[in-house]
């Protein structure tokens, strides 16, 4: 048994807004992806017997994007203990409150838990709600060679519009549009081409961005660049927002604790999980504000947790290159977090971060060439 199957597969199109990533993931064609399979596969296979049944359930689940992100999360990390040379237990019961965190490591006679969250920043439209999928799908198959288009929905109607009325208008506008014209117009300050569609209580505006030269006469190519219809959620940074429903989850343990934090977020930054974990610099004060997870002065400190492992957009495509950072806690009744060759380690000392760079690139760990997957996902025709 396998997650992924060998059957050929013939369709090298991207990720269709309609379909989940598990359809997306046993769908796409081509020697990228087929890497990726053989490797999941691969590291799926490493897991004990009466682990696999659940974790390929959450592989494969059609119903559930984040059970499919999470579960290749768990497979990176499990992958990376192992190929660091630890010992890994997996739901091992621990703690005061008998709960079974995800992993149980041993590393250099050093033992510690590990427990793995996924977490993704949340996206949503405007007053007007979401675009839903069948139309940004439609919109994304209209035929346009020579332009990208950029959409705002503008206003939602009470069901879904009739989408062969609008590609068939979008095709037209952007067939009647000269990309060279386009170029040379923005040069004296002339705004992109805009277009208004309306219909059925929809309004949705258009604009049309010319492709470069050399990007030019491929009638298959994706047709939205830009989605500008969406806004971020930012009250709460979700690696924040992770770390609090797992830091007290288990309770006193003995062994340092580790949240491992897989961070799917539209503009990932250092500085905003270092204000988050470490507070932000106050204003008069010298010292770090009490807005962090670690904050000592307002009775909380969150001591039981460690450290808190983070990787920015962690993906298969990715996996060999993207370094996890380890951000060690301050308070002094936590038991230290170990850190291991391959993360980065940040350190709050005084009102300053430090960070120790890994000693060895995690793609050592894991097995794979620095450059894996190797050649393109999408390769052009």
Same mark, same amino acid.
């Given at each position: ?23 997306? +993931?046993n769908?796409?064609?081509?020697? +990228? ?13 490493? +897991? ?27 497979l ?57 999928p ?12 020579n ?38 117009a ?21 604009d ?31 690696v924040?927002?992770?770390v ?12 340092? +604790? ?54 920015? $957009?962690?993906?298969?495509? $990715? ?16 038991m ?46």
């Amino acid at each position: 048994m396998a997650v992924y199957d060998n059957r050929r597969r013939t369709d090298p199109a991207p990720k269709r807004a309609t379909e989940s990533s598990a359809e997306f +993931f046993n769908r796409i064609a081509g020697p +990228f992806w087929d890497q990726i399979r053989e490797v999941v596969n691969e590291w799926w296979s490493h +897991f004990p017997d009466h682990v696999r049944p659940g974790l390929l359930g959450r592989l494969v689940d059609r119903n559930s994007d984040s059970n499919v992100h999470s579960a290749l999360w768990e497979l990176y990390l499990h992958e990376m203990l192992i190929g660091s040379g630890c010992t890994v237990q997996i739901e091992q019961q621990v703690g005061a409150r008998g709960k079974y965190p995800d992993f149980l490591v041993t590393h250099g006679g050093v033992q510690f838990v590990l427990e793995a969250i996924w977490t993704a920043q949340r996206v949503g439209g405007g007053e007007s709600g979401r675009t839903p999928p069948q139309l940004v799908e439609a919109i994304d198959r209209v035929p346009s060679p020579n332009f990208f288009v950029a959409y705002q929905l503008d206003v939602a109607g009470p069901t879904t519009p009739p989408q062969r009325r609008l590609k068939a208008e979008l095709a037209k506008w952007l067939y009647g549009l000269d990309p060279d014209r386009v170029v040379a117009a923005q040069g004296q300050g002339v705004p992109l081409p805009r277009h208004v569609w309306q219909e059925a209580g929809w309004r949705i505006t258009f604009d049309a961005i010319p492709r470069s030269p050399d990007r030019r006469g491929d009638p298959t190519a994706r047709t939205i660049g830009v989605h500008t219809s969406v806004w971020l959620d930012e009250d709460l940074n979700p690696v924040l927002g992770a770390v609090r429903r797992k830091g007290g989850k288990y309770g006193e343990m003995n062994l340092p +604790f580790i949240v491992a934090v897989g961070n799917e977020a539209v503009f990932p930054e250092d500085s905003t999980t270092g204000a988050a974990l470490y507070g932000t610099l106050g204003g008069r004060d010298p010292g770090r504000a009490s807005e962090g997870y670690w904050d000592i002065s307002e009775g909380h400190p969150h001591s039981r947790v460690s450290g808190i492992l983070v990787v920015d $957009n962690p993906g298969p495509w $990715n996996w060999a290159r993207r370094t996890p950072v380890l951000w060690r806690s301050p308070h002094p009744e936590s038991m230290p977090a170990p850190v291991l060759p391959i993360w980065e380690a940040a350190s709050l000392v005084g009102a300053e971060v430090v960070r120790v760079p890994a000693e060895r690139p995690v793609n050592s760990a894991l097995g794979l060439p620095d450059h894996w997957p190797v050649g393109a996902p999408f390769p052009r025709s």
